[in-house]
């Protein structure tokens, strides 16, 4: 198959676009490029179509994209750091699951969904974007606040969760309309291989230290590219999503002396291929199929709003922050981004109700553009709200005491 270059080229400066537009609005990327894609053929701001070549160029790029993100991901948590902190972190973790789980469930089985869109729904809505909530805590100069080391553990439980989750809605997903019997082996056997390669990892960290302790740049990468494209291909072969593979590898290398110098390397595939993803995804949706699912899109941006202040003031009770600092938590942990997109693009893979595609685009554009708002806005709302409900006037206490742990995970959810 050949492939157009002018075609490709052009809709690659339409990507570029949105990333201008984004850096001079200082807003996240994803919603500008979701809507750029969404108002291009075939949705009919111009007659051109682009070649059906073009669009698998596109729709490939698109799932280079997925594998940088899930690596990225993987990137984010040490094993060995994350045992050390485990206990803080899922109490925070199942509090808010407690408020936001359980509201999507509720909420998407009474839509009459069937059990793989619920499940898809609910990690669609209840998976904060960290890139987005990190550009905001810096954005708004609040990285030295106290909420923000509860914000960034509650990011890294997110994370971890998504890890868990991908594994499940893949297995499901993929053989969609199997036995029980042979979903709970696909999943198993999808938990079965990753905790076998971290284990490894684990009992090989010398070995590994030794593979890439590589000198020349350019090597380096070659290496870390082929490796990442060769167990996401593995994945693929053992009938589990690819993103799997792509996770594990960032899972294993995150416990190396290299990973540094891997985050610096990935980032920029991150950032291109992450956006030819977005881009991609949009571009398969047709907005005529957008109408339907406004209602239900709409509801469920309001119970995401509700569940984060809950939490927000919840855990603010049992960590110990002031009204205004349990607001910020609530408001600014309500965005939503790449990792909803992906489990999207997962459905529309498996062939899912294109109501749950729908619903995921319009889901995902009002919250990445409502979350930084809110944050924004969370002082005049605390300001409203304070005489109304009895707050005493508060300041922000113990800013130093959290200024350099907060400010390195923000420096680590960036890169």
């Known amino acids: 198959m050949e492939y157009n270059f002018l075609e490709l080229g052009v809709l690659l400066l339409f990507v570029a676009f949105s990333g201008i537009v984004a850096s001079r609005l200082k807003f996240s990327i994803v919603p ?48 060995r750091k994350l045992l050390q902190s485990a206990g803080t972190m899922v109490k925070s973790g199942l509090i808010y699951l407690a408020f936001n789980a359980t509201a999507a469930v509720v909420f998407t089985f009474f839509l009459g969904w069937g059990i793989e869109e619920i499940l898809l729904a609910t990690g669609i809505i209840i998976i904060s974007s ?51 019997s042979e ?62 593979g792509a996770l594990i590898l960032g899972m294993i290398l995150a416990d190396t002396s290299q990973h540094e110098r891997i985050v610096r390397l990935v980032v920029p595939f991150r950032d291109f291929f992450g956006a030819a993803f977005f881009f991609g995804f949009a571009l398969k949706i047709s907005l005529d199929s957008l109408l339907g699912a406004v209602l ?44 909803s997109i992906v489990l999207a693009n997962l459905g529309v ?6 109501k749950l595609e729908s619903f995921s685009v319009l889901y995902v554009v009002l919250l990445a553009v409502l979350g930084p708002l809110l944050s924004r806005w ?5 300001q409203l709200l304070a005489p109304r409900l009895g707050w005493k006037r508060e300041t922000v206490k113990g800013k130093h005491h959290h200024k350099v742990m907060d400010a390195s995970l923000l420096k680590d959810k960036q890169e």
Do not use: C, H, W
């Not at 893979?349 to 294109?354: K, Y």
């Not at 969370?378 to 605390?382: A, G, I, K, M, T």
């Open 378 to 382: 969370s002082e005049p709302v605390y």
């Open 183 to 244: 979903l709970a082996i696909s999943v198993g056997f999808a938990f079965a291989v990753i905790i076998i390669f971290v284990f490894v990892s684990l009992r090989t960290t010398k070995v590994l230290e030794s593979i890439f302790s590589i000198a020349s740049e350019e090597t380096f990468l070659l290496v870390v590219l082929a490796l990442l494209i060769f167990l996401a291909g593995a994945s693929e072969a053992l009938n589990i999503s690819e993103a799997i």
């Open 296 to 339: 239900i899109a709409v509801i469920a941006v309001a119970l995401t709003i509700a569940g984060s202040l809950a939490y927000g003031f919840t855990m603010g009770k049992v960590a110990g922050l002031s009204k205004r600092g349990a607001l910020n938590l609530g408001l600014t942990i309500t965005s939503r981004g790449e990792f």
């Open 32 to 79: 500008i490029i979701i809507i750029v894609g969404l108002l291009l053929p075939p949705n009919g701001l111009t007659s051109y179509q682009p070649s059906a070549s073009t669009l698998d160029a596109v729709d490939f790029l698109g799932r280079l994209g997925v594998l940088f993100l899930l690596f990225s991901l993987g990137l984010e948590f040490s094993i």
């Open 130 to 180: 960290s890139a987005i909530v990190a550009k905001t805590l810096v954005d708004l100069k609040r990285t030295a606040n106290p909420e923000t080391e509860v914000i960034m553990g509650l990011m890294l439980f997110q994370d971890i969760f998504m890890a868990a989750y991908l594994p499940i809605v893949s297995a499901i997903a993929i053989n969609r309309g199997g036995k029980p």
């Open 349 to 354: 893979a498996a062939g899912l109700s294109t």
